[in-house]
């Protein structure tokens, strides 16, 4: 008999949790399968505790936002347990479910996670800040300055209010292009120091690959890219760069990669993990990458049901 934990998230979206939940619960009743369901909230980390008396080969699914998922990951790192974890997608979640080919819909993903016989391994990041003792884990990316000011002013427009966030968006960066102030950043990598000045932005991307066997960290770098000298013109010639994937050849741009590495900012700077919002400060950013098993079968979808 299987056995699953299902890990509700009680916050703004409640709405579409128990949604999703009451259209696949069918399916884990006619698996027959062993289930326990538990409440959770971002806000009382007191209910993640329970999550220890687990098997370390039960898997849990998460049902609710990104930051849900990461934070169960973490958690579980802090007690030293492995279980496997999944998630159904919600509208948080699409983006990762797409880069490690999880079906977009909750049936459909509910059907690789109940046919999987074994975890599969996905990439994921671990940056500890080191000024404030503070640990994030992400699966996407994280970026510092420009991209988060411009999401932050994005995020606080009215125009949001009005449908139109692609405009919003854009002031966003216009705003930002207008009001950032050039920081400096030095960068630890491979034993080797580099130094940025007049820095605008910092970004660091993770490709949360899917494998069936843990890799050696050396095969999972991460991507660090810092934009220096950014104005209306090179942001511009920048985007277009970036589209047909010749942004490495500006020479404003600088691109890094490596499975570990050490970051500094001089200065109070806004931050971002997967589309989450950080404090506005000084950064002393200690970065690595890992795998952590995930519990659902990749190769079950079928060619009309990936599309």
Not at 62 to 78: A, N, P, R, V
Not at 194 to 204: G, I, L
Not at 209 to 219: G, I, M
């Amino acid at each position: 008999m299987k056995e699953f934990v299902i890990l509700l998230e009680i916050s703004a979206s409640t709405n579409e949790v128990q949604a999703i939940w009451q259209a696949i619960h069918p399916l884990f009743e006619e698996q027959a399968t062993n289930l326990k369901v538990i409440e959770v909230s971002l806000n009382n980390q007191q209910s993640f505790k329970s999550l220890s008396n687990f098997k370390a080969t039960t898997p849990l699914i998460t049902i609710g936002s990104s930051q849900l998922l990461i934070e169960i990951i973490s958690y579980l790192k802090s007690q030293s347990k492995s279980c496997p974890v999944c998630f159904i997608p919600t509208k948080s979640t699409k983006s990762l479910a797409k880069s490690i080919g999880l079906s977009l819909q909750p049936l459909t993903a509910t059907k690789q996670i109940l046919s999987a016989i074994q975890p599969v391994y996905v990439e994921l990041a671990k940056i500890e800040e080191m000024n404030h003792q503070r640990c994030w884990l992400f699966s996407q990316n994280m970026s510092l300055g420009f991209n988060a000011y411009a999401e932050n002013v994005s995020q606080s427009s009215q125009l949001n209010n009005f449908s139109i966030s692609r405009i919003a968006q854009w002031y966003g960066h216009f705003t930002a292009i207008v009001d950032q102030e050039p920081f400096n950043v030095t960068l630890r990598l491979d034993r080797k120091y580099y130094f940025f000045h007049h820095t605008s932005a910092v970004q660091v991307d993770n490709q949360a690959r899917v494998s069936d066997q843990p890799l050696d960290l050396k095969e999972l770098p991460l991507r660090i890219e810092i934009l220096t000298n950014l104005n209306l013109f090179s942001l511009l010639l920048f985007k277009i760069a970036k589209l047909v994937g010749l942004e490495q050849k500006l020479p404003y741009v600088h691109i890094f990669k490596g499975n570990s590495f050490q970051l500094t900012t001089d200065s109070l700077e806004f931050g971002e993990i997967d589309d989450q919002q950080l404090n506005n400060q000084f950064y002393d950013l200690l970065a690595r990458s890992f795998q952590y098993p995930f519990w659902f079968d990749p190769d079950s979808l079928s060619w009309h049901e990936s599309k």
